[in-house]
């Protein structure tokens, strides 16, 4: 038998073994470490019944081993680590560490300490760093338990399918189990598909790991179907029919083929409603993540991007191949939700739009408010949300939004493409308090063309800002795949290849790992590391201050008084009429140059209250409570 050597150890694992033709297949949907512990897999919710709808499949199941690596991490440290640790390191996706630790699976003669990877991050990480070590040297361990149980599981098969989803760091932790399942069943075939197998890193994928049957490029409701006839037969009709499915990566004599990719996306108004029981059952049988995680369905309302087809933002790479704009019927995405909320028992709901859909906003949103239940829900917007609309949000559910924020300084919301200015996002934050939903959002720089300057006066806003909901981190941008920062170096951010860390976990040849990550590494650009460090150590004061401070407008019996509780300040203001007036008017916004000299003396006196946020020559009102 033809085999491979995997890098960084001599461990042999068996190529591509040809399948035979059967009558019906038996199909099991495989999600890795380091999927979210709270949400089922969209793919394999949507393709699991695909499958079962298809005349040549017998059986499909569905493993959620990330919630089984959680339970053995819990288990493996006596209790001590679980749930917390693990999304330790789902956040640590851009340093590469969960790809790094299942690489221990192809590395069995090599500790942790004595990997590349380990010496390049065990001092910047911390302690981080330690709980991943402890984990790279269970994972071998857990993968080979897994494979033996899987490998019994379809010990009266033949041929059995093993179809893996794969996004951001899941690509090692599916890789290692592939592997071990070949070793015990070299007849299984090995699918994989998800967002790290679109463009280039299908193919690349494919071509370096020979256990790799086949890699599905793309939206995969239509070619997986075609796949699954296309192994129902044998010779050259197989291979007729798998020439024929686009974006598809196979096997012609132990070479790798990679079809053209997919001409055209899939229509929402025939894609099927997500099938979630697998997850739910998993999830039961879960004690330590039961104890402590949140279940939450996932839905989708769209796919793509309509802001990124006008203008795509420049850091962001996160729709790849799929940024055409394709939404559900309001009407559907209400019956959707409020059919599998009581199919499941659940008021939890995630949504994985890139970007909700207007109609959503405008249509939607009402006819959820008024079913009047209890929905937990959570949408990526835009932030130039209307006070209205927002508050139509929150009365169907949405209580929480991430709002694409992304930065406070009006000239790198240009440099992104944004299509919003600062003193929209100040008021985001502030209507977003007024009407109860928790925005989260991160703050960005390390762009080309921002300026030290203009972040240091953004430092001496800040503390106006206290009152209202903090970013959840502060990071230097990173170059993604797909990002028009990737595709097009004369935007000034220069790439410095793939991501070395991620490098140092698979240990390929580097014009493979061009091809295969989503992560590169760039020059610094923007602003210095001093200023970074002014701009982080003002956002942990915002942090420290946001619980204990207080800025919200109060009408009654004809008087408008401020509260406010920030810094050292304990007051009440009280407002004159023409205060009142100027402060309702910059509600929603104003041009301040368009205010007669009179309004412009009212307004001064707000600013100098610091009541106001000047962004230019806009000026936009500070305390909660306001509506327009």
């Not at 640790?85 to 956040?91: P, Q, R």
């Not at 990480?125 to 361990?141: D, F, K, L, Q, V």
């Not at 933002?313 to 939700?337: E, K, Q, Y």
């Not at 408008?560 to 300040?569: F, L, M, N």
Request: charge should be negative.
């Amino acid at each position: 038998m033809t085999s491979i050597a995997e890098p960084g150890t001599d461990q042999r694992v068996p190529l591509h073994v040809e399948p035979p033709s059967r009558s019906r297949l038996t199909l099991r949907f495989v999600s890795m470490p380091w999927a979210p512990l709270e949400l089922p897999s969209m793919a394999i919710s949507l393709l699991g019944g695909v499958a079962e709808r298809h005349p040549g499949v017998e059986r499909v199941e569905t493993d959620y081993l990330n919630l089984a690596w959680a339970e053995h991490v819990h288990e493996r440290s006596g209790g001590r680590w679980g749930a917390a640790e693990y999304e330790e390191v789902v956040g640590g996706y851009f340093v590469g560490m969960g790809d790094w630790i299942f690489s221990a699976y192809f590395r069995p003669a090599l500790a942790a300490e004595d990997t590349a990877y380990w010496r390049l991050v065990h001092r910047s990480e911390g302690t981080i760093a330690e709980h991943a070590a402890a984990m790279y040297g269970w994972a071998r361990g857990f993968v080979e338990e897994q494979a033996d149980r899987l490998a019994a599981s379809v010990a009266d098969v033949d041929s059995p399918m093993f179809g893996f989803t794969t996004t951001f760091d899941q690509n090692m932790a599916s890789l290692a189990l592939a592997a071990a399942l070949k070793t015990r069943r070299p007849d299984a075939v090995v699918v994989f598909g998800g967002a790290n197998c679109d463009g280039e890193q299908g193919p690349a994928l494919h071509r370096n790991f020979g256990f790799v049957d086949f890699v599905v490029g793309g939206e995969a409701e239509e070619s997986l179907p075609r796949l699954l006839t296309a192994l129902s037969v044998d010779g050259d009709e197989r291979v007729a029919l798998l020439r024929q499915i686009p974006g598809l990566c196979w096997r012609r004599h132990h070479g790798s083929v990679a079809n053209p990719p997919q001409p055209r996306q899939i229509s929402l108004a025939a894609a099927g409603r997500p099938k979630m029981d697998a997850f739910y059952a998993a999830f039961d049988r879960s004690p330590h993540v039961r104890s402590t995680v949140v279940p939450k369905m996932q839905l989708e309302g769209s796919r793509g991007c309509w802001w990124g087809e006008k203008h795509h933002c420049t850091f962001c790479g996160l729709n790849g191949t799929g940024m055409r704009f394709r939404a559900r019927d309001p009407h559907r995405f209400v019956s959707d939700l409020r059919e599998l909320s009581s199919y499941y028992h659940s008021l939890d709901a995630v949504f994985t739009d890139n970007i909700l859909d207007m109609a959503v906003v405008n249509k939607a949103a009402s006819e959820l408010a008024q079913l009047d239940l209890d929905f937990q829900l959570f949408a990526e917007v835009k932030s130039n949300l209307r006070f209205r609309q927002l508050e139509v949000l929150s009365r169907a559910g949405f209580t929480q939004l991430q709002p694409g924020i992304e930065s406070l300084l009006s000239p790198v919301l240009r440099l992104m493409r944004k299509g919003v200015s600062a003193w929209q996002n100040v008021r985001f934050l502030r209507d977003a308090a007024t009407v109860g939903i928790y925005p989260g959002w991160n703050l960005l720089f390390g762009f080309p063309g921002e300026t030290d300057a203009a972040y240091l006066e953004l430092i001496e806003q800040l503390p106006l800002l206290h009152h209202l909901v903090p970013p959840e981190g502060t990071y230097r941008i990173v170059m993604t795949r797909f990002s028009p920062y990737f595709e097009n170096p004369e935007l000034g951010l220069r790439s410095e290849g793939p991501s070395a860390l991620l490098s140092a976990a698979y240990g390929l040849p580097r014009r493979e790992m061009a091809d295969l990550v989503y992560v590169y590494d760039s020059a610094r650009a923007g602003i210095g590391n001093r200023t970074a460090a002014a701009l982080g150590s003002a956002i942990k004061q915002w942090k420290r201050m946001h619980r204990s401070t207080r800025l919200h407008v109060t009408t009654a019996h004809g008087r408008t008084d401020v509260i406010e509780r920030r810094g050292g300040s304990r007051r009440v203001l009280e407002l004159s009429e023409d205060e009142t007036t100027i402060l309702r008017r910059a509600a929603p916004g104003l041009n301040v140059d368009q205010l007669a000299p009179g309004e412009r003396a009212v307004l001064d006196e707000l600013i100098a209250a610091r009541l106001i946020f000047v962004d230019g020559a806009h000026a936009v009102a500070l305390p909660v409570g306001l509506t327009w």
